[in-house]
């Protein structure tokens, strides 16, 4: 570990590092012997973006996205760099999230709605979007678009039209009617 | 440990017996079967409630412990706290609270008080899917039949006549919010929904979204809550006591702002109870395939106000929780599974059971199964095969298409349901009585309502699958509209926890003790420590 025992430390992609007061988070972590392979370019311009991290801080219970040249290092702070495309890696389900927003921003609802089937709102593509597109919420918009806009099924229609009409009224003492052999599944 | 077969002289029988799975099964009978097999029907060995309106009846250990239960809160608790209030106040941020905050906020404000993030409940997790009868060859009189029958006759039969007339509406409501169904192939724009049979049923009335029905009505719910403009989402906020006025009327509610670690009084014309269930009890050490969350809070809350229970007592083990491996043990294979025509088979290869027959049935006989030896065991973890091979084969695009839940947590846990049966066993899964309700949602308490699996006696002792998520959007609905009634008059008496002085002086009457808290809101009720700092107020 760099520095001496009474430096601040905070813990970087699991390891925790002293720093030097008034250290960046980037600045923190290429003097803990990181390798600058990833993460880090500009280095403090914060003008290129590769630092994308998510930063917890001591106490806190939000994770906040940060550019971690741009933020200050805080004793406690938990931090991991996003070393990934953020897109589709953001998301632990795999979906295709960059080509759906892709699709919704071109107007192509069907396949955008469809790519979120098993999105379960987690919210890190949202979290993760340098654009601050909120991907999910964007796809969550296209689902219900996509079917309010549907056709009601014809059958059900008939079904409410009937309630409507008193058609379909409920005897509380028939309890017992057996199943129709000709609609068995 | 209960004798079982080992598991691999079990997939050697299981290979052998395919060929006769076709053969008629025995007659079971089912009356026998339940009153040996089946938890509920311990109540003998059961502890007596002492106090409250369903003093005299016997429940399950773990909740009478949270129906003796005292309040954390004190007057001096409450004394200069921040107040927030509101036309109504729902408490609980799953399915039902969701749909009744929907309902209510087209015409009043309201304010959502979750206990966690909004959305994060059982009605999220749920698999197979929401019954209506919307079909041709159904109604809702066979709906209404099926349910009756299949509570074995003691459901609330007006409850269950308002539940079924509101499904077919429930259905389209749910699609005009921008819900998606499954519907069948074909290229015409009205081509009807896509149903299957469930458990107990006389037609196909299942209606859902793959097997993650719950997870897309669930996030629709939660976005349109989310961009309500009448709706005030407080999350990470549960609920530890209600407001009462001098005629014993509740007005409100006291939450726990967990972020900033105090206490906020919130005043309501209406409170909606919308807790959901109580699977986190895990009675008897039972497995359950609930969340976290699932822990009776509304229970305790509305039992200690006054509010009577109906059939609180009775729960349902859904018959197929995986029971291998350890780690994912109590979750579930959604009867989707069995719907599909996957077969349960025992040690020794035979089936021993209608799979479609109603849940409890189908879990006294695994239960059955593994007390008397015909059980299988693999690790320590013993069950029956679910025979997902034999369906695949007949369908191969089975899992894909249908069962996304059960591929995903198949390719987890190292289990090819394509290639390999699944072991399952019963799981607590939903508590089918709770607070008592009418059919607009009003409990026994005036200014009290209540929606989804915190309410009782609509599905008698024993529930179908696909009316849990019904009975969340009609009670939720049906609430939601009972909360925009202007409130009756209010007796002036002073806003408070008067109830709770009347409760703990029962309590002393009782001789219970005053140091057991409910609701316990995150822990599992064997942790006393845990349980005491999440219910006590923060400094």
């Known amino acids: 570990m760099a520095g ?46 590769s630092c994308r991290a998510m930063v917890r801080r001591t106490g806190g219970r939000e994770v906040e996205m940060v550019l971690a040249c741009e933020t200050d290092a805080e004793p406690g702070m938990v931090v991991s760099l996003l070393s990934l495309q953020v897109d589709d890696a953001a998301c632990p389900r795999n979906l295709s999230v960059h080509q759906a927003v892709v699709d919704a921003a071109a107007g192509r609802l069907s396949p955008a709605a469809a790519a979120f089937d098993e999105c379960v709102m987690c919210d890190l593509c949202t979290v993760a979007c340098p654009e601050q597109i909120d991907p999910n919420h964007l796809g969550m918009f296209a689902r219900r678009v996509r079917a309010g806009a549907a056709t009601h099924p014809a059958e059900l229609l008939v079904r409410l039209r009937d309630i409507e009409r008193g058609s379909q009224a409920i005897d509380l003492d028939v309890v017992d009617l057996p199943a129709d052999p000709s609609t068995a599944p | 440990m209960t004798d079982a077969v080992a598991y691999p002289e079990a997939l050697d029988r299981w290979r052998a017996g395919r060929a006769r799975h076709h053969e008629p099964l025995p007659h079971l009978d089912t009356a026998t079967l339940l009153a040996q097999h089946h938890r509920d029907h311990d109540r003998d060995r059961w502890p007596t409630l002492l106090v409250g309106p369903n003093a005299g009846e016997p429940h399950p250990p773990e909740l009478a412990r949270l129906l003796h239960a005292n309040s954390a809160i004190h007057d001096a608790d409450i004394a200069g706290t921040t107040e927030l209030s509101s036309d109504v106040l729902v408490v609980g941020g799953g399915g039902a609270g969701c749909v009744a905050a929907l309902t209510a906020a087209e015409s009043v404000d309201v304010i959502v008080a979750s206990k966690l993030r909004l959305g994060d409940s059982n009605t999220v997790m749920a698999e197979g899917g929401i019954q209506a009868a919307v079909g041709p060859d159904d109604s809702l009189q066979r709906h209404y039949a099926d349910t009756i029958r299949g509570g074995h006759d003691t459901a609330d039969r007006e409850m269950v006549a308002a539940m079924v007339h509101d499904g077919p509406d429930a259905i389209r409501w749910l699609m005009d919010l921008g819900m998606t169904f499954d519907r069948e192939e074909g290229a015409a724009a009205d081509r009807p929904l896509r149903r299957s049979r469930a458990g107990g049923t006389t037609a196909a009335r299942v209606v859902s979204f793959g097997d993650a029905t719950g997870l897309e009505m669930m996030r629709v719910l939660r976005e349109a809550v989310r961009i309500h403009p009448r709706i005030r989402i407080l999350e990470r906020t549960p609920t530890v006591e209600l407001l009462t006025d001098g005629n014993g009327r509740c007005v409100g509610a006291v939450l726990h702002d967990l972020e900033r670690r105090r206490l906020v009084l919130t005043h309501a014309h209406h409170v909606i109870l919308a807790t959901g269930g109580a699977g986190q009890l895990r009675l008897g050490g039972s497995p359950t395939s609930n969340h976290l ?50 077969v349960l088979v025992n040690g020794l290869g035979d089936r021993f059971v209608d799979e479609l027959a109603a849940r409890d049935v189908v879990t006294a006989a695994i239960a059955r199964e593994c007390a008397e030896g015909r059980g299988i065991e693999r690790d320590g973890c013993i069950g029956v095969f679910l025979d997902t091979p034999t369906v695949v084969a007949r369908d191969p695009k089975l899992l894909a298409r249908d069962l996304h839940t059960l591929a995903r947590l198949g390719r987890r846990n190292g289990v090819d349901p394509a290639t390999e049966p699944v072991l399952v066993a019963p799981t607590l899964h939903y508590q089918n009585g709770g607070v008592a309700i009418d059919a607009d949602g009003q409990t026994t308490v005036e200014g009290l309502l209540a929606a989804g699996e915190v309410t009782g006696g609509i599905h008698g002792s024993n529930r179908l699958m696909g009316n849990a998520l019904l009975d969340v959007c009609t009670f939720g609905r049906r609430a939601g509209r009972t909360a925009t009634r202007p409130a009756g008059p209010r007796s002036g008496g002073p806003v408070g926890i008067e109830h709770l002085r009347r409760w703990r002086r029962a309590l002393i009457g009782a001789g219970l003790p005053l140091d057991e808290v409910a609701p316990i809101l995150f822990a599992l009720p064997d942790d006393p420590i845990a349980r005491r700092a999440a219910a006590e107020p923060q400094p």
């Open chain 2, 293 to 342: 969350g699932a822990t009776a809070d509304g229970l305790a809350l509305a039992y200690r106000v006054g509010a009577r229970l109906t059939g609180a007592d009775s729960f349902q083990y859904h018959p197929t929780g995986w029971a291998w491996p350890a780690r994912v043990a109590g979750h579930l294979v959604s009867e989707a599974a069995r719907s599909a025509g996957a």
């Open chain 1, 4 to 49: 001496d025992a009474t430096d601040p430390a905070l813990t970087i992609d699991g390891r925790t590092v002293a720093f030097r007061a008034g250290a960046s988070i980037i600045q923190a972590r290429l003097e803990a012997g990181f390798s600058p392979d990833v993460g880090a370019g500009c280095v403090g311009h914060g003008s290129c973006g």
